[in-house]
């Protein structure tokens, strides 16, 4: 059974750091993976989406790469911004079964001013 | 446009009640999904629907009925709900399978239904 992890559950940043988000996953035989960005009481908005061909997705300042082999994804946030709070999730979708996506536990980011 | 509509967005029902849950997209995708999510958890899958049949149901007790009507719409049906189903209520559509073949699987999300049973 797919299991995802993320790491750190929290984070408080000041406005202007880059920040590194971690995802791990304990089955490899993934078709993506795909990294939301969820405010409170809200819906989930797709910020990338990473086949399992590719190793990194890039949209503006946030670029997330994937290592397949080893489990593990990474969301990368430039020049963080206050806009910027809010909960991060990864979700991966096996190989088999069909287009479930399994959730990370997610991490809560808050960005001061 | 990237859009997945809900209504409504706000719910509170009693455990005797009967009520239904909405979701539309316009982006021409053949599957949706229904999701749970209760608070400070991430979404747990319920229902998939793929050319409007069911395709996958995770153990949904039967007092959550789906129902997919065509395409683009997607319905959860409510009745004799506990208080434990409050949660946030998450619709979801992707592209789907193009002729057979696994076609790109982003998935896109509504904005939820917030649902208090009493």
């Known amino acids: 059974k797919q299991e995802v992890t993320q790491i750190p559950a929290a984070l408080s940043v000041p406005e202007g750091e880059n920040l590194v988000l971690n995802c791990s996953f304990t089955d490899s035989a993934i078709y993506n993976l795909q990294w939301f960005r969820q405010d409170p009481g809200k819906g989930l908005t797709s910020l990338l989406l990473?086949?399992?061909?590719?190793r990194e997705q890039t949209s503006g300042r946030l670029n997330a790469s994937l290592d397949k082999s080893s489990g593990r994804s990474t969301l990368y946030i430039a020049a963080s911004q206050p806009g910027d709070s809010a909960t991060y999730l990864c979700?991966?979708?096996?190989?088999?079964?069909?287009?479930?996506?399994?959730f990370g536990t997610g991490t809560r980011l808050l960005v001061s001013p | 446009d990237t859009e997945v509509t809900q209504t409504p967005k706000h719910l509170v029902m009693g455990m005797t009640n009967k009520k239904s849950l909405k979701c539309e997209q316009h982006m021409g995708h053949r599957a949706m999904y229904w999701y749970k999510q209760k608070a400070k958890k991430p979404p747990e899958l319920m229902f998939v629907?793929?050319?409007?049949?069911?395709?996958i149901n995770e153990s949904v007790p039967s007092r959550f009925s789906p129902e997919c009507p065509n395409s683009s719409l997607l319905n959860l049906h409510l009745h004799a709900l506990q208080p434990e189903d409050s949660a946030l209520y998450l619709c979801?559509?992707?592209?789907?399978?193009?002729?057979?073949?696994?076609?790109?699987?982003?998935?896109?999300f509504g904005q939820g239904t917030r649902l208090t049973v009493v």
């Open positions: 629907y793929s050319y409007e049949k069911l395709s």
């Open positions: 990473i086949q399992s061909s590719q």
């Open positions: 979801a559509s992707s592209q789907g399978t193009l002729q057979g073949r696994r076609a790109n699987t982003e998935a896109f």
């Open positions: 979700a991966v979708q096996g190989n088999t079964g069909f287009q479930k996506l399994v």
